[in-house]
């Protein structure tokens, strides 16, 4: 599976923006993604996922403001950011959990495919 992110940029706060993530490989149906941000040495905080059944989960800190989705017809996530906020600012990384659990949340550990990531700086 191969992830690569795009969208990134810089924003004022309070403005919106659309990061992609094509996806490619052997994928499938179900396939469980996510995204999750990095600031610096800190450790990777999980943003939003689609779980194999298509529900979404959210971080507390982006919830109401952040929208995922996919469109698979085009192999692509999406992460819709709107009302963005200086501490929004980070690397986003796209992430995919191949073969394992369908449900795997915002748990980091649980993916297994990631991309390269892509930079948001809001200010």
């Known amino acids: 599976v191969q992830l690569v992110e795009s969208g990134g940029g810089s924003v004022q706060a309070g403005g919106s923006l659309r990061l992609s993530c094509a996806v490619s490989g052997r994928t499938y149906p179900g396939l469980p993604v996510a995204w999750f941000r990095q600031v610096s040495q800190k450790s990777r905080e999980g943003v939003a996922a689609?779980?194999?059944?298509?529900?979404?989960l959210y971080g507390d800190s982006v919830k109401g403001r952040f929208s995922i989705s996919r469109d698979d017809s085009k192999g692509t996530l999406y992460l819709y950011m709107k009302n963005l906020k200086s501490e929004d600012t980070a690397m986003y990384y796209c992430a995919a959990s191949y073969g394992g659990s369908r449900y795997p949340g915002l748990r980091e550990s649980q993916y297994n495919y990631w991309g390269q990531g892509t930079q948001v700086t809001v200010s």
């Open positions: 689609l779980d194999g059944d298509g529900y979404a």
